[in-house]
């Protein structure tokens, strides 16, 4: 997902490149007598690295990234003698988008196979593939795949069912798991108190804004003399986003038609449903509640209690003061042609919006945006009383943590082998290092800041990335990672199940076919018959397992 | 009266069986081996995977290898038993035992698929749960809101023919640059549905920056939205299916025009038949079987309608765009749903079998009345 950011920093002046790309030979060089580094060595060779190929030098090529991995490999030769995995053969599943993902680990895994003496075949899928091709291999029995690049959503299906192999704590060490942003440590990534993930990608919805449309004076007048409540600014809630989405209806900024928040109504594989979840968490992720989907001892669906109903009635309230075409726009529809294009002043995604705005060709807002967290709500819905709270802290605040991110696994089939275990755990164990991951966040390879050492700004800038869109953009990023409050997906089995049948009902609701609550109550129906299909009490265990109750 | 005709006797009858007893036996042998082979394999591993038996495969593929050798023995028994006669028979036989297992099998297993619950994400795995896909198949609203929708794309193939035949007509007369306009208009026939769904609904449609949006606000329409509403998202659908299968229809027809004789149109216009009288009592009467093919086929066609749905609506707004097929892609790709999704395909094509045959028996009632 980082494509763009990395375009933005390829503006850097050519001086710093050459300087950059001076260091870094010199440290290729070294690199591979290095073992545990002190601590400003380190530095120094995290800017290096950092200059593999160098802002400016274009886009990476695979001898860049075979250039990555070779002087990441410190770590592997720490703990793997040289030619330790001859003979070892393993196959790796993982993603093709963008040719990044599975063409990235390819060259970062060659100077790795060079060292240990292994060879692996790979497997690459379209995103789109991904999905039945693995539900399918599970169901079927016909894993074949030793390593796997996988969502944490995925979790319940490949964990849940023992296909997975337990991390040894010696890769837990060579990761440096401490450093993980605070929603992918544990529970993400376990299963019943056991860890199964590297993590090599971080999942969040934050809130993209257009700051000209909140900081023209015409509209401010215009709030103002129609009693608008509080000043004209950037909406902390939702019941502000709908007030300024309702209120910019037939305005105008910078001759354009003005509109308000988007919301994408039509279904997108189930992936759609993660927004109507980012408009719902601050109504229904409550503090003192883990759950906000279903209930934790029982699976009984949330989605139809009074909180994900008022969320449903909001994009309904609201929908007549979008575009035109909203009840026809998908979520790419709300980001790529709506958002970044002008249209609408407020939009919940990934961090792709924020990555593309001032790069994309097709972006035409990239020096009118802002991000935050995800607004809040002056009132959180408490499941557990039935009624709705008000907290002395102020609005509720509760990040939509959508899809967590893509990870490493290692299939518990090469378990019976110790030699091909300890190989898939260290090929693994290279991919999610501490360094290689920060070059993957700063540089196109379909992966977001997920460390917290990701978001050192003084490591982007000295790369040559403009300063305050970094800051504004990763604070997006890292607020909404660390929120205390942020509501984390529930990683069990079929998950992909429940949001796609919801997004069918969903359109019925937002196409007025049915009302809301009997809409919401028809999901929640469809929602008990997936969780009666593939096993309740296994799934109550999964769940609870998933969110560490 | 009897029939007089001399029988000839066969090779068999004047010089005897030339097979020999013995190599008939073999034969037989080899059949009831490889047979009985295949039994055991298939329900070993039956039992196996039931959990009952004492020992089981890894999976299918050596009941898949006992087939092609049962195949084999069968082949080579019908040559052994049968001399000639079984050389003759594998001409045919490998076809039919091909059929047998990637058509007639896979049918049956489908069938039996209907009749489980089968969520690929569930713990138990398959289970058969007897008419229960069924029964919910009758309440599932979404389901016999896209069989109404297939009412609606299966009319409108009327009206696709109509304006085929227009064009055909148009094509066959003696106009200007008549080739080129002949191969232009195959063109979208012979562009990808996914394609077309980006190039037309998603860029030309788009209604911000795509220039039929802006010419609909030329002509009036405010605030154009062609796939906003439920109707204008169907007639939307339906417009850029039709763009991309009329021309199949219209090439049908013209060739169904440039092979009728000229004779016939001359000897009107000498009797002095306007060109409608002349259409419509002569050239669409002679025109008839070409049409019921191509609207036959073409509706065939129509009932799979899926790519474009699922590229430009995903079934909505509510389920006004869902065709059958997009809705059990849903079911298949989004839910894992194999139980329930299949018993939606069977019963659709139980359903098509019926149409369709009740269809060629309209037409043909009706070719035969009018000709």
Same mark, same amino acid.
């Given at each position: ?7 933005? &920093?390829?503006? &850097? ?38 200059? !593999? ?6 886009s990476p090529t695979d001898a860049d990234w075979q250039k990555v991995g070779e002087m990441c490999l410190n770590a592997t030769k720490e703990s793997i003698k040289e030619g330790e995995f001859k003979g070892v053969e393993l196959t790796f599943m993982g993603l093709n988008n963008q040719n990044q993902h599975n063409f990235l680990y390819r060259g970062f895994l060659k100077p790795w196979e060079a060292y240990t003496g292994a060879k692996i075949t790979w497997i690459d899928l379209a995103q789109a593939d991904y999905n039945p091709r693995l539900q399918q291999a599970i169901a079927t029995g016909t894993v074949d795949f030793d390593i796997i690049e996988m969502g944490a959503p995925f979790e319940g299906d490949v964990c849940g069912k023992g296909l997975a192999s337990v991390m040894p704590d010696w890769v837990a060490k060579q990761i440096e798991m401490d450093d993980y942003v605070d929603y992918l440590k544990a529970p993400v990534g376990t299963w019943d108190g056991k860890t199964y993930r590297i993590s090599c990608d971080g999942d969040c919805h934050n809130f993209n804004y257009r700051t000209d449309y909140f900081t023209d004076e015409a509209l401010a007048k215009a709030w103002k003399d129609g009693g608008g409540q509080g000043d004209w600014g950037v909406p902390k809630t939702w019941q502000q986003v709908q007030a300024v989405t309702k209120f910019l209806k037939g305005k105008q900024v910078g001759g354009q038609d003005a509109f308000g928040y988007l919301d994408p109504c039509k279904g997108w594989g ?25 209930? $934790? ?16 009635? %909001? $994009? ?48 035409? !807002? ?6 935050? !967290?995800?607004?809040? #709500? ?36 090469? %378990? ?7 190989? &898939? ?9 501490? %360094?290689? #991951? ?27 990335? %403009?300063?305050?869109?970094? /800051? #504004? ?27 796609? /049948? ?48 | ?90 001409? +045919? ?6 059929? +047998? ?9 489908? @069938? ?12 138990? =795995?398959?289970?058969?749960? =007897? +008419? ?79 220039? @039929? ?104 707004? =509510? ?21 329930? =999704? ?30």
């Amino acid at each position: 997902m980082k494509s763009h950011i990395y375009e933005l &920093a390829m503006q &850097a002046s050519r001086r710093q490149v050459l300087k950059g790309m001076a260091g870094a030979t010199a440290l290729a060089a070294g690199a591979a007598t290095l073992g545990s580094f002190p601590k400003d060595a380190r530095a120094d060779f995290r800017a290096d690295l950092l200059k !593999i190929p160098g802002v400016g030098a274009g886009s990476p090529t695979d001898a860049d990234w075979q250039k990555v991995g070779e002087m990441c490999l410190n770590a592997t030769k720490e703990s793997i003698k040289e030619g330790e995995f001859k003979g070892v053969e393993l196959t790796f599943m993982g993603l093709n988008n963008q040719n990044q993902h599975n063409f990235l680990y390819r060259g970062f895994l060659k100077p790795w196979e060079a060292y240990t003496g292994a060879k692996i075949t790979w497997i690459d899928l379209a995103q789109a593939d991904y999905n039945p091709r693995l539900q399918q291999a599970i169901a079927t029995g016909t894993v074949d795949f030793d390593i796997i690049e996988m969502g944490a959503p995925f979790e319940g299906d490949v964990c849940g069912k023992g296909l997975a192999s337990v991390m040894p704590d010696w890769v837990a060490k060579q990761i440096e798991m401490d450093d993980y942003v605070d929603y992918l440590k544990a529970p993400v990534g376990t299963w019943d108190g056991k860890t199964y993930r590297i993590s090599c990608d971080g999942d969040c919805h934050n809130f993209n804004y257009r700051t000209d449309y909140f900081t023209d004076e015409a509209l401010a007048k215009a709030w103002k003399d129609g009693g608008g409540q509080g000043d004209w600014g950037v909406p902390k809630t939702w019941q502000q986003v709908q007030a300024v989405t309702k209120f910019l209806k037939g305005k105008q900024v910078g001759g354009q038609d003005a509109f308000g928040y988007l919301d994408p109504c039509k279904g997108w594989g189930g992936f759609g449903f993660y927004f109507l979840g980012s408009r719902a968490t601050a109504y229904a992720k409550h503090p003192d509640d883990k759950a906000w989907l279903f209930d $934790v001892d029982n699976m009984k669906p949330r989605i139809n209690n009074p909180a994900w109903v008022r969320a449903i009635q %909001d $994009v309904v309230d609201v929908l007549q003061y979008e575009p035109a075409d909203q009840i026809n726009a998908d979520p790419g529809t709300t980001a790529f042609q709506q958002f970044l294009a002008g249209v609408g002043g407020m939009v919940s995604w990934w961090g792709d919006v924020g990555s593309n705005a001032k790069t994309s060709d097709s972006s035409v !807002i990239g020096d009118v945006v802002g991000f935050s !967290i995800l607004p809040g #709500s002056d009132d959180v819905y408490n499941a557990k009383t039935g009624k709705w709270d008000k907290l002395a802290s102020g609005p509720n605040y509760a990040p939509n943590m959508a899809y967590i991110g893509w990870g490493v696994y290692v299939m518990a089939r090469v %378990d019976s082998d110790s030699k091909k275990q300890k190989a &898939a755990w260290s090929a693994a164990a290279h991919l999610g290092g501490k %360094d290689l #991951s920060l070059w993957c966040a700063a540089y196109p390879s379909g992966f977001q800041p997920y460390r917290n050492s990701h978001f050192n700004t003084a490591e982007w800038v000295a790369a040559g990335y %403009d300063e305050a869109f970094i /800051t #504004s953009y990763l604070n997006s990023e890292k607020d909404s990672y660390n929120h205390p409050n942020a509501a984390i997906e529930p990683r069990i089995p079929g998950i992909f199940q429940y949001y796609s /049948t919801a997004e069918d009902e969903l359109q019925k609701i937002f196409a007025g076919q049915v009302p809301v609550q009997q809409g919401a109550d028809n999901i929640a129906a469809a929602w008990e018959k997936i969780t009666d299909q593939i096993g309740r009490d296994k799934q109550v265990a999964l769940y609870k397992a998933s969110l560490g109750a | 009266m009897a029939n007089l005709t001399p029988t000839t006797p066969s090779t068999t009858e004047i010089l005897g069986d030339p097979i020999a007893p013995g190599r008939k036996a073999a034969g037989r042998a080899l059949i009831w081996g490889a047979t009985i082979l295949l039994g055991l394999v298939i329900l070993v591993q039956a039992l196996g995977a039931a959990g009952q038996g004492p020992m089981h495969f890894d999976n299918w593929r050596p009941a898949l290898y006992a087939y092609v050798l049962w195949a084999i023995a069968i082949g080579a028994a019908q040559v052994i038993i049968r001399g000639e006669a079984g050389q003759r028979a594998l001409f +045919i036989l490998p076809a039919a035992l091909f059929t +047998i297992a990637v058509v007639i099998f896979p049918t049956f297993f489908g @069938l039996y698929i209907a009749f489980t619950e089968w969520n690929l994400s569930s713990f138990e =795995g398959r289970r058969f749960n =007897g +008419i229960d896909n069924l029964v919910e198949l009758f309440h599932d609203s979404f389901y016999w809101k896209a069989l109404g929708n297939m009412v609606f794309y299966v009319a409108m193939v009327l009206v696709e023919y109509a304006i085929a035949f227009g064009l055909a007509l148009l094509l066959n007369a003696d106009i200007r640059a008549r080739k080129f306009f002949r191969v232009a208009f195959l063109i979208p026939f012979m562009l990808s549905p996914v394609a077309v769904s980006w190039m037309v609904g998603k860029s030309l449609m788009e209604v911000r920056f795509g220039p @039929l949006a802006a010419l609909a606000k030329e002509l009036g329409w405010s605030q154009p939205n062609f796939f906003g509403s439920a109707w204008a998202a169907s007639f939307s659908i339906e417009a850029l299916d039709a763009w991309v299968s009329i021309p199949f229809i219209m090439i049908l027809l013209l060739a169904g025009l440039q092979a009728m004789p000229k004779e016939v149109q001359e000897a009107a216009r000498v009797d002095g038949a306007t060109p409608w009288q002349s259409f419509w009592r002569i050239t669409f009467p002679l025109m008839l079987p070409v049409s019921a093919t191509a609207v036959i086929l073409r509706i065939i066609f129509k009932l799979k309608l899926a790519d474009i749905i699922i590229n430009m609506t995903y079934g909505g707004p =509510g389920g006004a765009t869902d065709s059958v097929s997009s809705y059990i892609f849903r079911q298949y790709r989004d839910r894992s749903n194999v139980g329930y =999704g299949t018993m939606l395909a069977m019963f659709y094509l139980v359903l098509i079998i019926i149409f369709i045959t009740l269809l060629l028996n309209f037409v043909s009632k009706y070719m035969k009345k009018v000709t």
